[in-house]
């Protein structure tokens, strides 16, 4: 029942990770960019979850709505104040630094104009935990499933939009090649920017999702986007449901090394394990090899 | 009278001269910031009310506020600036351990008086041992040795809980906090029965919940700060599993009760000032003045305004007696202030000696329990 326990806990921090890890699957597959700054565009969106439905009393649809805008909108900013300049300057990567940068501002900008802080969010589905087998079972939070089920259904719905409408086989194809994407008539830059507003905005639905658990703060993303990136690279930074995998990977790790090894190491397993495979093999566990023309 | 008149115009004349700058600072922004931002409140409210009543030997007093953001390697720069290019006459804060830590050494070789006023677990009346009567650092909190005994003792000696589990988290307060503890628990004849840490930011505690359950723990001793001790109590609640918890004076942080809510209830920690509990005319004065300034009620780490607070006026009591700014002289007043302060946390009449920098004694302190969504004074 205990291990039980740990496995559930497990599942549903892997889940968190593999939505972000999945946000920057989308901004690499169509522009070979991460996007550094997701873990605090999560952030805002959870910032934003709170001070609509909390602070305002917004209706948890509304807050939802909300919380999209502002993850789409940031996406698009960061793509276009951030990415682009650095790209015009032909340095090989300044975007990296560019895209942290970002990420810092909002952190502090929230520290300024928001709170410094740590707080509450209620669950829309509640907040006691659901007890499933009997008095001594285990503990499940509403907010739990919540996060598995939308984590699962934006992934696979992405995905299957990517080979099922025209809008997706356009970012398969600018992820495929540029150039040829652009001699067929795509215009590539504005799949490039849609593929950051679509990342950002789920990244930012994922802050909304995890704050009810977390708790909110202006610290919340920093970790979370550490240990996302992580997440991508393990499951291949190409593949879309290679993230979940990579979530599920360093989720179930952390909780069952704090079980059975110690508190103290809860992180390194995961962490190995992203060297060993980075050794063995740098595209991820489910990415696929690429020729490098030079 | 006419003696009277000419102090009175001796003020006014020299109250233009040049501000006496005190250096102030902790974290105002990140996870500790409730306890940074709250100190420093109630530092302002001092400094407002003392200028507001002439100033400090006629002059202004200028506060020199820095932000170390709870990092470690802060400390030591903030404290250099605020000694060499601010040169502060005094220093108030910080907040963390590590931070002060990290800052010691600089007022020391500067001779510049440091009166912390919220960190529990850095070196104070340790530092004679390195300085001898040269020690510079003084303290307004309670230290973690007055908590960790008192909340060993609340837990063996009161309640009879003697199978404890220490719950800490892996900074230098949580650990200086872990090994005081065990320290008092040898002393009570009492061996935890399982010891465990996490992380700042953790939120599932989960795995240590579960082997502290497994070791048969009856009582949970916790040493970390709002946040992640909130993460604790409910992740006891996530697990179904109910026993009490007793730790340091943070349980006492918004950051704690709002975010643990229900699950937070119980919860015991020593207290040199509860807000709820606030009785004499100066903690009501206080408390009506923070209120008013700061539009914030209940105060988010009311310990660290009214530690905060009282601080400043007691650095105003050393200049005064002192008559000068110099740091010895600040020093050697505050080792034999004349007058009794009465404070927020509590009534100072010879705070601190040549051989004790620690003003808060454990008869200063209380045990506050978790009521209702505030901290309640203990039952008589």
């Known amino acids: 029942m205990q291990t039980l326990q740990l496995l559930w806990a497990g ?23 991460l996007n550094f700054s997701l873990g605090n565009v999560l952030m805002l969106g959870g910032v934003t979850g709170f001070v609509l439905y909390m602070t305002r009393g917004v209706p948890f649809a509304g807050a939802l709505a909300g919380v999209i805008a502002v993850g789409a909108v940031g996406g698009v900013l960061v793509q276009k104040l951030a990415v682009e300049p650095s790209l015009r300057k032909k340095s090989q990567h300044a975007w990296i630094l560019a895209t942290l940068a970002v990420g810092i501002v909002l952190r502090n900008g929230a520290e300024v104009f928001w709170s410094t802080d740590d707080f509450k969010m209620r669950s829309p589905l509640g907040d006691a935990p659901l007890r499933v087998g009997g008095a001594g079972g285990i503990g499940i939070y509403p907010q739990e499933i919540l996060i598995i089920l939308v984590s699962l259904a934006i992934v696979m719905t992405v995905e299957m939009l990517k080979s099922r409408t025209l809008l997706g086989k356009a970012v398969m194809a600018v992820s495929e090649d540029k150039e040829t994407a652009s001699l067929m008539g795509i215009d590539q830059k504005r799949v490039i920017l849609f593929s950051f507003s679509l990342s950002a905005a789920i990244a930012a639905v994922g802050g909304l999702l995890v704050a009810p658990i977390t708790l909110v703060s202006a610290t919340m993303g920093t970790v979370l986007g550490v240990k996302a990136y992580s997440a991508s690279i393990i499951g291949g930074l190409e593949s879309g449901y290679g993230t979940i995998a990579g979530g599920l990977i360093i989720g179930l790790s952390e909780s069952l090394t704090a079980r059975f090894v110690s508190t103290g190491y809860k992180d390194v397993p995961g962490f190995l394990f992203l060297i060993v495979l980075l050794l063995v093999k740098p595209s991820g566990l489910f990415g696929k090899r690429t020729i490098r023309k030079v | 009278m006419l003696g009277c008149a000419v102090a009175v115009m001796l003020l006014t004349a020299t109250a233009g001269g040049e501000p006496v700058k005190i250096g102030v600072y902790g974290p105002y922004t990140g996870g500790s910031a409730g306890m940074g931002v709250s100190m420093r409140n109630g530092v302002r409210l001092a400094a407002d009310e003392i200028n507001a009543s002439g100033g400090v030997l006629g002059r202004k007093v200028e506060l020199v506020e820095r932000d170390d953001e709870a990092k470690n390697e802060k400390g030591g720069q903030i404290m250099q600036e605020l000694l060499e290019k601010e040169r502060v006459v005094a220093v108030l804060g910080p907040i963390n351990t590590g931070v002060a ?20 677990g850095a070196k104070v009346n340790e530092l004679f041992d390195v300085y001898g009567k040269d020690n510079y650092v003084f303290r307004i909190a309670a230290g973690d040795l007055i908590q960790s005994e008192m909340i060993v003792s609340e837990a063996v000696e009161k309640r009879k809980l003697k199978k404890p589990a220490l719950l800490c988290d892996d900074t230098n307060y949580g650990q200086n906090g872990r090994a005081k503890m065990e320290k008092a628990l040898e002393k009570h004849g ?11 930011k953790d939120t599932d505690m989960t795995a240590q919940l579960q082997e502290a359950r497994s070791a048969g723990a009856d009582v949970l001793l916790v040493y970390g700060i709002g946040p992640e001790l909130a993460a604790v109590a409910n992740s006891m609640e996530r697990i179904g599993w109910r026993v009490p918890m007793i ?3 943070t349980l006492s942080m918004a950051a704690f009760i709002n975010n643990a809510g229900a699950n937070g209830s119980g919860a015991a920690m020593p207290q040199t000032f509860i807000e709820s509990g606030a009785s004499t005319p100066k903690q009501l004065a206080f408390l009506d003045a923070y209120y008013k300034k700061f539009n914030e009620k209940p105060i988010a780490v009311a310990v660290a305004a009214a530690q905060g607070y009282d601080s400043l006026y007691l650095i105003k009591m050393a200049i005064e007696q002192a008559g000068s700014t110099e740091g010895p002289k600040i020093k050697a007043a505050l080792e034999d202030l004349a007058k009794t302060y009465e404070g927020v946390t509590g009534t100072y009449t010879k705070p601190f000696s040549p051989s004790d920098h620690e003003a808060v004694k454990a008869g200063n302190v209380m045990m506050g329990v978790v009521k209702g969504g505030v901290v309640t004074p203990p039952q008589k």
């Not at chain 1, 892997?14 to 972000?20: E, K």
């Not at chain 2, 600089?106 to 529990?120: D, G, Q, T």
């Open chain 1, 11 to 33: 599942i549903a921090q892997g889940m968190i990770y593999a939505l972000v890890a999945f946000g920057y699957n989308i901004t690499f597959s169509t522009s070979k960019i």
């Open chain 2, 247 to 249: 730790g340091s004076w």
């Open chain 2, 101 to 120: 830590d990290a800052a010691l050494r600089y007022p020391n070789e500067k001779k510049v008086p440091e009166l912390i006023n919220v960190s529990a």
């Open chain 2, 190 to 200: 009492v061996k935890p029965v399982y010891v465990g840490k996490f992380k700042i």
